[in-house]
């Protein structure tokens, strides 16, 4: 059973913000100065969700497990870093129904914050350039902490921002990675339907509620 939280963290990447249009243009530009065939967006929304390290890794493969030789990742991290630095917001967009969830939440009395494993350089630009930036009174990005998501350390470090108990808050996420940060910290979990977690239905990896819109947040939690 759902309860309202006092306090709910939200994912970014998966969750809010459609960031693949960005992220793919970013890699097949990358792999057009490698010299290396082009992969386009389908397979790059099935690599993200890890980071831009994994993911740089993952396109220099071709696939979601293994790692690249380590001289060409060298060579190619700092191309894919300056790439992304120019276009972290060029062709992302907020998914449909986060505006009107994130309305319903500024009305609800809970503390809002955000999570994500995307480091701060691209983050804060990122919220800004999207207008969701001052909605949230903390953002924890992937650089913030020295452990990031699955680890439980950001929920839990948002927690003690808030002053709230971990059984009184909420992670709003869309991978694995946050099911299990939510299960070690002890916070209730909501996924997405729509987000990244490598082409496998999330609801395999049994979150408390999954919704396909964030504007059934209201429907959700306020069940009297």
């Keep these: 059973m759902i309860k309202k939280p006092e306090m709910m963290l939200i994912d970014v990447d998966g969750t809010l913000v459609d ?52 001289a060409l990742f060298e060579k190619a991290y700092p191309i894919f870093m300056d790439l992304y630095a120019e276009n972290t917001s060029k062709r992302s967009m907020l998914y449909p129904g986060v505006a009107e969830g994130l309305a319903y939440l500024e009305t609800s009395g809970i503390k809002l914050g955000c ?23 903390i953002v924890i990005s992937g650089d913030s902490l020295a452990k990031k998501k699955p680890d439980p ?43 990244y977690n490598h082409g496998v239905d999330i609801r395999e990896s049994n979150p408390d509620a999954v919704i396909d819109s964030m504007a059934e947040l209201q429907g959700l939690l306020e069940v009297n």
Aim: hydrophobic share 40%; aromatic share 6%.
């Design 19 to 70: 960031s693949v249009p960005d992220l793919a243009y970013c890699v097949d530009e990358m792999m057009k100065q490698l010299d290396m065939p082009l992969h386009g967006e389908a397979k790059v929304r099935e690599w993200v969700g890890n980071g831009v390290e994994r993911l740089t890794r993952r396109a220099l493969i071709g696939q979601l497990n293994g790692e690249p030789d380590e």
């Design 115 to 137: 999570v994500t494993n995307k480091a701060a350089q691209f983050t804060v630009p990122l919220l800004k350039d999207l207008g969701i930036h001052d909605k949230f009174k």
């Design 153 to 195: 350390m950001p929920l839990l470090h948002g927690a003690e921002f808030f002053n709230v108990k971990p059984e009184n808050a909420m992670m709003l996420g869309d991978s694995v990675s946050d099911v299990k940060a939510s299960r070690a910290a002890g916070f209730q979990i909501v996924c997405m339907s729509y987000g």
